[in-house]
């Protein structure tokens, strides 16, 4: 096969190196709590803490996980929902020395709830009182009522932290997984903060900039949105029930595109920057909002610590890329015997450099799976296979072209569905395109919104690919179903497409 020339492989995978300003993240936000202790650091439902605040009522939290035997390296359980508590949690377990684990305990099941706790080895829960019946708790462990913890006068007080290195483990998030089973992955303070320290990943936060956290707590995204804010002295505005109200009021916003595409560019005047990944973005919605602000379209597994590639599109750009490497990384484009793919040839995403976590918790067979030594950079370094489908333009950007996960054979052929669904997308008036597998026999898609003309968009596809790469069933909605960390809830559309599939055939065998 023809492989890419080692200049260009090298020219355009390799990021630009840049030394960090700090290399733990809590350094960085107790930095800005010290010079901007008046400042305002957090909003939520109407009342507002300052960056001194949080640093005292994290302080005390701190003090109190170290009288309950919480020691740097361990993992404390944070299961809540937004709110100043979740906000103080994270940042007295990081002052510790620990490494937080995250869950919505509003949306986690308890079974779930119980499974975190022993892959991660959880001793102390930090919870509120909403939610402290829901733990199941064995001899040995206990939770902490942090909203009480919150509510109390509590005196200035000092102490003595620990030490931490950037290869201390700063959280540790659990995914799906392939299996269906979660996955903890564990995420170094070097991994995070050579996303959110440096540009473009720190997206202009700036005191002074409010930043919106409107992603579950345990979506890797909504660590880019809190720790990104208060480590730049930024206001953390966190929403309520209504995104869109919170959304009015911010400078910053972090998504993915199937919260974006809920959004009214009109009541969003505030918004200057705009950073999406987690799923493909259609690029009618790229173009809706990059007419009004700096847009960025981002990509990126848990495992290289939320996005590992990152660059600002602009409307009239000929590709809707997901970027180029972000500082100090490395994005190798390689074939099935893990050889770089010629420039414009597709192959699979591997990530290498500061990005690339410390594996899965617990599950050595896996991380040795997904985790190689990195033959480009060597040493001691790791790259990660991100599973995702890529291209280089020849000018450096990456074309993504879906998942590994996402190719399905259908009548014995093979067919991408993110291909189909961007197929769809350039139909007359659709914003957003869904394709599912639905049996061996048959693709269903799913367009937004209710308006769009879905026999046009059936025959945009049958004009542009192959026949068998033709949904037998294209569904208009009015919006697509979003799941609880705000992607497309593909369950829910399997779930609606099958009855409606099934009618269409008995109607054909009726007239047959």
């Not at 020395?97 to 869950?103: D, F, I």
């Not at 709830?113 to 909403?130: C, E, F, P």
């Not at 910053?252 to 987690?278: F, H, K, N, Y």
């Not at 990660?384 to 993504?400: I, S």
Request: glycine share 8%; proline share 6%.
């Amino acid at each position: 096969m023809q492989h890419s020339p080692l200049n260009a492989f090298r020219r355009f995978g390799w990021g630009v190196q840049q030394d960090l300003s700090y290399t733990c993240v809590h350094d960085a936000i107790e930095a800005q709590c010290l010079q901007r202790a008046e400042a305002p650091a957090m909003e939520y439902m109407g009342t507002t803490w300052s960056y001194g605040r949080l640093n005292l009522y994290a302080t005390h939290l701190a003090i109190q996980l170290r009288t309950q035997g919480i020691r740097p390296g361990d993992r404390v359980g944070i299961f809540m929902q937004r709110g100043f508590a979740m906000v103080v949690s994270i940042l007295a377990v990081l002052k510790l020395g620990a490494a937080y684990v995250p869950q919505d305990a509003g949306v986690a099941p308890a079974p779930m709830l119980r499974q975190v706790m022993d892959s991660a080895s959880i001793r102390v829960v930090l919870t509120t009182n909403a939610f402290a019946g829901k733990l199941n708790l064995a001899a040995g462990e206990m939770a902490v009522d942090v909203d009480a913890h919150c509510e109390a006068t509590l005196p200035e007080v000092s102490w003595t932290k620990p030490q931490v290195s950037d290869s201390d483990l700063c959280y540790v998030l659990y995914t799906s997984g392939t299996t269906g089973q979660p996955n903890g992955v564990m995420v170094t303070h070097r991994n995070v903060c050579n996303i959110i320290h440096t540009a473009p990943g720190n997206l202009g936060m700036a005191p002074g900039q409010r930043v919106g956290q409107i992603l579950n707590i345990g979506f890797d995204m909504a660590a880019w949105e809190i720790l990104g804010c208060l480590s730049h002295g930024a206001t953390l505005v966190m929403r309520g029930k209504d995104i869109l109200e919170t959304v009015s009021r911010v400078n910053v916003l972090i998504a993915t595109p199937s919260i974006l595409a809920r959004l009214d560019p009109q009541a969003c005047p505030e918004l200057q920057t705009i950073a999406l990944a987690g799923e493909p973005c259609p690029r009618p919605l790229a173009e809706l909002w990059a007419h009004r602000c700096a847009f960025y379209n981002g990509c990126g597994p848990t495992e290289v610590t939320i996005v590992n590639t990152l660059a600002r599109f602009h409307a009239a750009d000929a590709v809707l890329s997901i970027g180029t490497p972000t500082p100090n990384n490395t994005v190798y484009v390689l074939d099935e015997e893990q050889q770089p793919c010629a420039i414009g040839e597709i192959g699979e995403m591997w990530a290498g450099g500061d990005c690339v976590s410390a594996g899965y918790i617990g599950n050595p067979a896996l991380t040795a799976e997904r985790y190689r030594p990195d033959p480009f950079l060597g040493g001691y370094r790791n790259m990660f296979r991100t599973r995702d489908l890529v291209r280089w333009t020849p000018e450096g950007q990456l074309e993504h072209f879906g998942r590994v996960d996402d190719q399905v054979k259908v009548r014995g052929f093979r067919v991408e569905l993110d291909a189909v669904s961007t197929i769809l997308e350039r139909s007359p008036g659709c914003q957003r395109a869904v394709t599912l597998k639905a049996n061996d026999q048959d693709l269903v898609a799913f367009v937004t919104p209710a308006s769009v003309d879905t026999t046009a968009a059936q025959s945009q596809v049958r004009q542009a690919l192959q026949y068998y790469c033709v949904p037998s069933l294209v569904l208009a909605l009015d919006e697509l179903p979003i799941t609880a960390r705000g992607k497309v809830d593909k369950q829910a559309l399997q779930a609606l497409a099958l009855p409606h599939l099934a009618a269409q055939k008995a109607r054909a065998g009726a007239l047959a």
